[in-house]
């Protein structure tokens, strides 16, 4: 059964990086499969932040592009999210999923429980 | 970008109802749709793929229907236990996007 696990810091300075690692157990993350990153801010609906393949090349949302960094460590069976120049629009429950086998244009299950993140000094 | 409208954004049922929620896309995303429930401090749950299948191991109360911009998804006889928080997902193109969520509620 796969299953994944977001970890990072609940509380980020304004203008700082948020830095999050998504453990995966369950599934080899270097079998396959994209992995992605979703968020939803207090009230509002989710927004998906991007995705990875196992081999690292990576899909980002446009709205974040200029921000994110997705990246992955096989050998640590994780992948992680860094988001700069964070504000206080970027506060948010993270989520971590497993995306496709073969496109980043699939649906994603399962999910991790997230995580939340609040930017503020 | 493909905008998802998901209503009613709130609902209260009674047990053993019939539940609509609908989510409706700004452009054709032919079967295209998912649906999930989540439930707080929970993982989202996958429960219906492409529109209409019926993911291995939901419930068959649960059911999917649409096609192009329109689609529902329906619980038939809801239980207290399908009291949660259930949005939409397309993955017809970049960037994928989300409905903004219905609540249910179970009296």
């Known amino acids: 059964q796969v299953q994944l696990q977001e970890s990072g810091p609940g509380l980020v300075k304004p203008s700082e990086t948020l830095s999050l690692t998504c453990a995966v157990s369950?599934?080899?993350?270097?079998?396959?499969?994209?992995w992605g990153w979703i968020r939803q801010p207090p009230g509002k609906g989710l927004e998906w932040i991007g995705s990875?393949?196992?081999?690292?090349?990576?899909y980002y949302n446009p709205s974040l592009k200029s921000r994110v960094t997705i990246s992955v460590d096989t050998s640590k069976n994780q992948f992680s999210l860094k988001l700069s120049s964070v504000t206080a629009a970027d506060t948010a429950v993270y989520y971590c999923?497993?995306?496709?086998?073969?496109?980043?244009?699939?649906?994603?299950?399962?999910w991790g429980q997230g995580t939340l993140v609040t930017v503020s000094s | 970008e493909t905008t998802l409208t998901q209503s009613p954004a709130f609902m209260s049922a009674t047990p053993g109802d019939k539940v609509n929620i609908s989510c409706k896309a700004s452009?054709?995303?032919?079967?295209?749709m998912n649906w999930y429930q989540q439930k707080p401090g929970e993982a989202a749950i996958f429960i219906i793929q492409?529109?209409?299948t019926l993911v291995p191991g939901i419930p068959p109360r649960f059911s999917g229907s649409g096609y192009g911009t329109d689609f529902t998804l329906t619980i038939n006889n809801i239980e207290s236990e399908d009291a949660a928080y259930y949005f939409c997902?397309?993955?017809?193109?970049?960037?994928?996007?989300f409905g903004g969520g219905t609540k249910v509620e179970i009296k």
């Open positions: 999923a497993r995306g496709g086998v073969l496109s980043p244009l699939v649906w994603f299950d399962p």
């Open positions: 369950g599934y080899s993350i270097s079998s396959g499969y994209y």
């Open positions: 452009q054709d995303i032919d079967d295209d």
């Open positions: 492409e529109a209409t």
């Open positions: 990875i393949y196992h081999s690292g090349s990576t």
């Open positions: 997902l397309q993955h017809d193109n970049f960037p994928l996007t």
